[in-house]
């Protein structure tokens, strides 16, 4: 997997926006369910948001409002679109998906928000 950041170094403001992307290589998104994970320091990896092969979209109780989950099937592209972002979204993000019995996680993407 492939996961970038589409703004430079993901350093925002309380209250900004950031798009994250995630391309997949080697597969097809939209054969599987895809996720983003985050993981702040000293915390565990919690799940953020889920997109499922059909759409369907699921997301972790902090983040509802605010982050939105995509999939483009023809860039083969999965996005989590992050609104009104907190000091506490503060986070490494990693996109993650199963193919059979195997977890595929991205590099993980930092972002940073000041307050």
């Known amino acids: 997997l492939m996961c970038s950041c589409r703004r430079g170094g993901g350093l925002v403001q309380a209250g900004d926006s950031l798009r994250l992307s995630c391309a997949a290589s080697?597969?097809?998104?939209?054969?599987?369910?895809t996720n983003w994970y985050r993981q702040a320091p000293g915390k565990q990896r919690e799940l953020v948001a889920a997109?499922?092969?059909?759409?369907?979209?699921n997301y972790a109780d902090s983040v509802k409002g605010r982050f939105t989950i995509s999939r483009d099937n023809a860039k083969n592209t999965v996005y989590l679109q992050m609104n009104s972002l907190k000091p506490e979204d503060a986070s490494v993000y990693y996109c993650h998906t199963i193919i059979g019995s195997l977890d595929y996680w991205g590099k993980g993407t930092l972002v940073t928000v000041s307050s």
């Open positions: 080697g597969f097809i998104f939209s054969r599987y369910s």
């Open positions: 997109i499922t092969r059909a759409g369907t979209t």
